[in-house]
């Protein structure tokens, strides 16, 4: 027996004494203690940690850092693709262990961790990020993405892929859920807090998708044609503002072009504009499948191509050997990834997989979504329903019984119990309103019909003392809606609902605006986007008033397609296209400056409701205004509530030019959410930056401030400012 043990000492010897060294050195590295990496010094600025890092690299290890290793699913076949090292999330990156440099690992997560029901995980969905949008609020921002950062992290991943930005400009866009509104200083605003607190739980954070991809129809053959005036105040001036305030590790190019070329390949984007003008520190990331060439790309600025090698791998070493591309190109690519390596924590704070804090996870997601679902309409103030008069409730709808719609493409969130949806499935989650009404209604009746049947459906409303009526609009990636009206003969329902009981409320789950054509036979509308996890629970709450509802929208609802500045929505031409590597079709943004409300401001459109707009259980008055010009204008005035209950008003403050700069009639330059008691008044100061005064100027490709006559306006919503003062500013 000892014989034996003895006889087996060598081999024992030679398996453990490798791995305790392995382990040393692996301390060594975790602690920064390794006198021969200078670059693992915490105190080093990030900037000099990839300098130090990116002089020990090689070729190879740089070209590395510069692409992708395929997608879980694909087969070893597929050539420079290594899915099995992945952690299950769309990309990642190959580390150089031998000096320390780790894996990336990238997870999209727009409204929640993707494919945790593919990887046996649980991730939290909050509400959609245009519902985050509409909350207007910081912090609720930044807890947003703290929630998503911490469960990148328990999952496995050092990188998010969220962080949609671009600007509504074209409401049917089937991505709008994705996004942050139609305002490009709200949008830019939230977005980059919502990154800053991301980060800030060591992921690199990801700005997307840059830029104008404002449709998803013929996304990757699209040409977008705008001035550059109208792209740098709208769509550009929303990254600007996110990158400003959060400093993401990374910006994903897109996949449509822009004035001729590729988004991925357009130096005027990336290079003139992001890393020069904005002094963007980070890297730019393709989005999958965006990148079209290798030298074009490298030169105008693509510094990291997914999800594979096609043109940043073999293709750029060739390139770069030959002196096609120079080695400071490729040392400035390779740099960038590392700076932002060093700079989100990734590298000092390696991975540790934990379990997800469900319970916590399903608190703040409740919490946004109280703050983000918009009272639209409240008719004889129908809502709250009064528990000690209610006696019956109608929740009609399709699956009101059981669960609410989620938004689809790579942002979808798996929900818990069930399998990996398919590419485009309507995924439903397991958030019941008809429960989470009938715990709140403790008195009442609550009954339930799906709504298949309309007569069956309207029957229940007549018996009822109040008909509340759950529909949906799904929308997703790759593709765009065919109109804003409800599909599934919805507002058929809403109708049939309606003439059976005046007492109805709608509550829309939208992933963006919606027609509503039955809008004056019902008494509330409540619009909750996509609600996410607890969103039953956070609906429940407003119509029974435990929850008073302050949330504003961040994008108008138009009255119909017909208003839109493209009436029409361009699709490509049938049929295959001649030629991959060109766009084959133009939109002509020639609406220009006139995104979202400043297009039916300025063409005198009435709206169904306008940006900004929201509705309280109590009211608030404004006065005192007092603009004070300055390096940052100054606007102040009082809010008031002026009714019988607390509740929050988003405050807006609006900015009219002088006329010779030639903008629409108004833009949003600031806001502030202000919490009051019954009976309280506050003071506001909201300080604007003369950015959001400013006018892109092209002939010095510049931002200037024209001199001139300003009118400010505050109030609730874009067409309700009871405040207005005139400042001249130089
Ligand atoms: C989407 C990106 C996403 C990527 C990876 C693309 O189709 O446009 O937003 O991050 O896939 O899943």
Redesign the pocket.
Known sequence: MVLGFLGALPLLLILVIPSIFERREFLALAQGQSANRPWMDKALSPDRRADLVLQEMTIDEKIALLHGNGMPGWPRSVPGANPYLGNGG??FVLGVPRLGIPIVQMS?A?YGV?SSAENGRYSTALPSNVASAASWDTQAACDYGALIGRELRAQGYNMT?GG?VDITREPRNGRTF?YMGEDPILAGTLVGHRIKCEQAQHVMGDI??YALNDQESGRNEVNVIISKRAMRETDLLAFQVGIEIANPAAV?C??NAVNGDYACENKYLLTDVLKKDWNFKGFVVS???GTHSTEKASAAGLDHE??LDDFLGNKLKEAVQAGRVSTAELDDHARRVLRSEFASGIVDDPIKKNVVDVEGGLETSRHIAEQSTVLLKNEHGILPLDRAKVRSIAVIGPNANTSMISGG???QVDPPGRGAPQWKEHVWFPTSPLKAIAAKAPGATVAFDSGADGASAAALAKKSDVAIVFVYQWTS??FDLPSLSLSDNQDALIEQVASANPRTIVVLETGSAATMPWLNQVSGVLETWYAGSKGADAVANILLGDVNPSAKLPMTFPRSEADLPHPKLLTPPPGKRADESKPSFEVHYDEGLKVGYKWYDAENKPVLFPFGFGLSYTTFSYSELKVTPGSETTVSFTVKNTGNRGGAEIAEVYAALPASAGEPPKRLVGWDKVHLNAGESKEVRVSVRSLYLSVYDEGSNSWKLVPGSYTFMVGGSSQSLPLSEKVNLK
């Open positions: 769309a990309g999209d727009a993707r892929l949609g994705e997307k998708h994903m897109s996949y989005d999958w499948g997914e999800p493409g790579s942002a990636e790759d």
